[in-house]
Structure formats: structure tokens, C-alpha cells
């Protein structure tokens, strides 16, 4: 049974880790000169180092055995064979299809899905090129300058990000706005600042129902019948939903409305017309390089060995500080600016794939699953919250992402950049002895009484783990490669957990509880007889 060959394979690292508990990351590197070439690995110009872990060759070989008794291999054919995975929602988990350019057929239940993906993608980008050289108009005749874009979770995150990502190769004549929130300051901020004679709305959502993304569009609609006229409203809107019936009722017109399928889970549509904001930006052929960076990692997923695996090896580093060492955080740092919002990407990727309590069975699950997922741009974040990396109790196992080159910015900005990022990790992982410290105290003329005094503030444990994931350049091409590298780690995990990774129902009970209180709120909260005293008096105030 895997998974009693998992159990086992748990119980020889609890006592592993029993026998590598104390040792330092840095005597690891002391012992061992090739521990860089041991630990990291290349793909072209990507490179993933994962030398800096509390990690040993009996490590590493007893996590590959726990991926193997988990059947991940197994699993991640049935990923990519179009097997119902989700299986709670009866569907297979198909994103890779999206970014499938290889012209070979893929599977979704058995049936062939790459005619439709092609031509829904076709269709897709040859709207993002019209509306881009201006060959589709706004109603006054004038090119558009302005796109909206309505989704939230999935239907904003990605394109969003990938937007911010990819500034220097979005059109210069387009300025791409992202609007998620119910708050209404989101869309009344932004309707503020557009030209709303040539603004294109996109409305994004899966099943075109959500709260958020429906009161924000209708919000819209309004506002271009009443300023530019109802005429207006065909020129201005476009569409992409699996639910093509509820999008005809919004009044969109058929031929500006983009699908995809059920098999695409919404933190995994970017690589779908979902993208079509993105896609406006950049541009089709940039579009499709973004998608090849995503199709270059399923290549690498489906066939380096185990140990030479990226997303493996990210995901078993993952159990292994959160189920073994009990580190329940992780922290992304992108040391490049443009990924400003990639770690809030990867948040909902990880988080709500894997933030699960019951196994596929519907038992509880006997392991820690997700880890709790933050991460803000280095360098500033190195002046905010790494004092706590540093020094304090907790230790959040780190994975910084940086680019060998800049794109479109100073070089020698960028190799303080690159300084700072290569010097954090180093501090994290070899920290400073106390000892150490009291000497250079003494050095700087302190007297040894002051200086053994002040040394333990100024001391630094380390041992503090990190990955990290140096690109040549934030091309579309690499960030669909970093994109992708997470998505197949988050898979893999959800594997060794024995959890489903592609359903999310934990966010449906604050949903229909809203809808509940909606109207009692709108009636001025007269009736707030039979909800919990905290929720009445909150409301009543
Ligand atoms: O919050 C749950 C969720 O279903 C996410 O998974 C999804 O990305 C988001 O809401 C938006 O859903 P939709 O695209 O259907 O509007």
C-alpha cells in the first residue's frame, strides 16, 4: 500500500532528522567544497540552488524515497493524462493543455482538447492584436488607450502580476488598470483616472457570478450607458468565462466573448483567455512566449529524473521544514521589482490548492499541509521584515528570486541588486558567531566588558534555510517558467499529503454568509434577530 510505504519513509526522516538535527548548513558547506555543484541545477539559463538547506546527501535520498512511496510519478502521469484529479469536482486539472505548443493531442477525460484550446487561443489573440494596432475601435472611432480588467482571485492575480512583470513589453499607447475589490473605492479610483471614450472593460470570471467581479462590471456598464450611451456598451465590453449563457445575458457581444474550460482551475487560468488583458499588453507573440516558459517547465516536470526534478525537489524542501522541523511559514522574495506581485500570486496558488485538513478520503489529514505564503520585493523588505528573518525566534525558510541581467533598468543598480540578494542568504545561512562578534567589538575599540555585553544583540544564530532561483532576464518566457515551477511544486506536495490540490471549498461558507447579511445590512439593520450577538452588534453599530 503507498501509503503505508509513505509511513515508513516518514518515519526513516523523523529519525534522520534526529541524527542531522544540530549539524549547521555551514559545516555542511565546510565538509563538502562541492556542495554548490552537489545541490543545484541548471536548466538552460535557469538555475536553482538549493545548496543552502539543512540538507545532506541522506536527506536528499531519504526525501526522493518519500516521493517515490507517495506514487508521485504515477500521479503526475495521471496529471497530465487528463484523469479526473479533482476529484471532488469530478475534473481533471488540464492548465497545462493551455500552454501545450507542441502540436501533440492532450486529454481531458479521453477526449482531445487541443483543437478547441487552439483555436479559443487563436481567437483570443487575434482580438488582443486588433484592439492593440487599434483595428477594432472604441465607439468614437479613436483607438483604445485604456483596458480594465474585472475578475478576482485567479481572474485578476495572474494577469495582474504578469502585467506589472512584463511592463517593459507592454504597448506604450496602453495602460493596463486591475480592478478586483467590492470596495467601491477600487473602481471608483480607477473610472477616475481613465479616458473613458477609449477604455476596453474585460470582464473575467470563471462561472461569471462572483460577487466582486459582477457588482464592479455592472458598476461600469452604468457608468459608459450613462456617459457615452447604451449604444456604446457593445464597443467598450468583452468577456471570458466558462459560462458563455451568462455572459450573453450581460449583454457582451458573442464575437468579443473568450472560453475556456472547467478543467482549468482559476489560480491556473492565466495561461487561458483569462490572460487576454495580459495578452493585449504584450502581445501575441509574447503571449505565446509567456506560454512556452510554462510548456518548458512541463517538459522538465514530466522528464528529468526525480532527483533532478525542480518542482520535486521544491515541494519535498517544503515537507520537509513543515512536517519535519515544523517551520510553518514560507517567504518569497523576489529581488526584482517588476514581480511586485508574484508572491501574492504564488499565495493563492499555494494556499488555497493546498490549505486543506481531510485527505482524499475525507479523513483528516496526518500531516502539515500548506505552509503560510509572504514574500514582498527585496530590497525593500530587507528594511522592513528580516530583522525577524535574522534574529528572531521563528525561522521562515526563504526563496529569493532574482535575474542575472536587468530588463530596461541601470546595470549598476542592478548589481547592488544582485549584492544585496546573494548577501542575504549568505547572512541567513552562516549567520555570525557571538565569539566573532566580541572580537570585532574589541576592534572597534570597545572595551571587552562592553563588548561581551552587547555582543548577543548584534550575534546571529543563521542555519537559516534558502532557495534560490537565478533567471537570465524577466523575459515573458521566464516568468511563465517561474509560474509554472510553483504550480507543479504545489502538485507535487498535494501528492505527498494525499490531499486535493484543485478544489478550494473553504472559501464558500464567508460567501454565502455575505449574501445572508447583505440585504440585512442594506435594510438598515432592522432585523439582525437570530445571528450571533457579535455579528448584531457589530451591524447594529
Ligand atoms: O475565491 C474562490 C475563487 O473561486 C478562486 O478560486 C477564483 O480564482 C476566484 O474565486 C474567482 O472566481 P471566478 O473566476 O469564477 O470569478
Not at 526525501?63 to 493524462?81: H, P, Q
Not at 480607477?190 to 462590471?217: D, G, Q, Y
Not at 542555519?463 to 534560490?468: A, F, I, L, V
Not at 454568509?513 to 432585523?527: F, K, M, T, V
Amino acid at each position: 500500500m503507498a501509503r503505508d510505504e509513505v509511513a515508513e519513509a516518514l518515519s526513516a526522516l523523523e529519525a534522520h532528522k534526529r541524527e542531522i538535527g544540530a549539524v549547521k548548513i555551514s559545516k555542511f558547506f565546510q565538509d563538502d567544497p562541492e556542495r554548490f555543484a552537489r545541490f543545484h541545477i541548471a536548466l538552460d539559463d535557469l538555475i536553482f540552488d538549493f545548496s543552502k538547506h539543512r540538507l545532506t546527501e541522506k536527506t536528499f535520498a531519504l526525501l526522493l524515497d518519500l516521493a517515490r512511496s507517495a506514487r508521485v510519478e504515477a500521479r503526475r502521469a495521471a496529471l497530465f493524462a487528463g484523469e479526473a484529479v479533482n476529484a471532488t469536482e469530478r475534473r481533471p486539472a488540464l492548465h497545462m493543455a493551455l500552454r501545450n505548443l507542441s502540436g501533440k493531442p492532450m486529454f481531458a477525460e479521453g477526449v482531445d482538447v487541443m483543437p478547441d484550446v487552439v483555436a479559443e487561443r487563436g481567437k483570443m489573440e487575434a482580438f488582443a492584436e486588433a484592439i492593440r494596432s487599434g483595428s477594432i475601435k472604441a465607439a468614437n472611432g479613436e483607438r483604445f488607450t485604456d483596458i480594465v480588467n474585472f475578475g478576482i482571485g485567479g481572474s485578476d492575480l495572474g494577469p495582474k502580476m504578469a502585467a506589472q512583470a512584463l511592463a517593459p513589453f507592454v504597448a506604450d499607447h496602453l495602460t493596463l488598470h486591475f480592478v478586483a475589490n467590492v470596495d467601491g473605492a477600487d473602481i471608483g479610483d480607477t473610472l477616475k483616472r481613465l479616458p473613458l471614450s477609449t477604455t476596453l472593460f474585460v470582464i473575467c470570471s470563471k462561472t461569471f457570478t462572483t460577487l466582486e467581479t459582477m457588482t464592479n462590471a455592472r458598476t461600469a456598464r452604468d457608468r459608459v450607458a450613462r456617459t457615452l450611451g447604451e449604444k456604446a456598451v457593445a464597443d467598450h465590453f468583452c468577456a471570458v468565462s466558462t459560462h458563455l449563457d451568462k455572459i450573453a445575458e450581460f449583454g457582451v457581444r458573442s464575437d468579443r466573448v473568450f472560453g475556456f474550460w472547467d478543467w482549468v482551475g482559476g489560480r491556473y487560468s492565466i495561461w487561458s483567455s483569462i490572460g487576454l488583458s495580459l495578452a493585449i499588453g504584450i502581445g501575441a507573440r509574447q503571449f505565446q512566449e509567456f506560454l512556452r516558459g510554462g510548456e518548458d517547465i512541463d517538459t522538465h516536470f514530466l522528464e528529468a529524473p526525480l532527483e533532478r526534478n525542480i518542482p520535486v525537489i521544491m515541494a519535498l524542501l517544503g515537507v520537509w521544514y513543515r512536517d519535519f522541523w515544523g517551520f510553518s511559514t514560507l517567504a518569497i522574495i523576489p529581488y526584482d521589482e517588476r514581480l511586485g506581485r508574484f508572491p501574492a500570486y504564488i499565495q493563492q496558488l499555494d494556499m488555497e490548492s493546498n490549505g486543506k485538513s481531510v485527505d482524499l478520503s475525507g479523513a483528516p489529514v496526518t500531516m502539515a499541509t500548506a505552509p503560510i505564503i509572504f514574500g514582498e520585493p527585496g530590497t525593500n523588505c530587507q528594511h522592513a521584515f528580516f530583522q525577524l528573518f535574522h534574529q528572531g525566534q521563528t525561522i521562515v525558510p526563504v526563496d529569493f528570486l532574482i535575474a542575472a541581467e536587468p530588463t530596461c533598468a541601470d546595470p549598476a543598480h542592478h548589481q547592488l541588486l544582485l549584492a544585496n540578494c546573494l548577501a542575504q542568504s549568505q547572512a541567513l545561512m552562516q549567520g555570525r558567531a557571538l565569539d566573532e562578534v566580541v572580537l570585532r567589538l574589541q576592534a572597534e575599540g570597545l572595551s571587552s566588558e562592553a563588548a561581551v555585553a552587547l555582543a548577543p544583540h548584534k550575534a546571529f544564530a543563521g542555519d537559516r534555510p534558502s532557495s534560490t532561483l537565478l533567471y537570465k532576464q524577466l523575459t515573458p518566457r521566464a516568468l511563465g517558467r517561474l509560474i509554472a515551477l510553483y504550480e507543479h511544486k504545489v502538485f507535487v506536495q498535494g501528492v505527498i499529503w494525499n490531499i486535493n490540490s484543485f478544489d478550494q471549498w473553504g472559501v464558500e461558507l464567508g460567501k454565502e454568509l455575505a449574501i445572508e447579511l447583505a440585504p440585512i445590512i442594506a435594510d438598515g439593520a432592522r432585523s439582525t434577530r437570530g445571528l450571533d450577538p457579535s455579528t448584531a452588534g457589530l451591524i447594529e453599530a
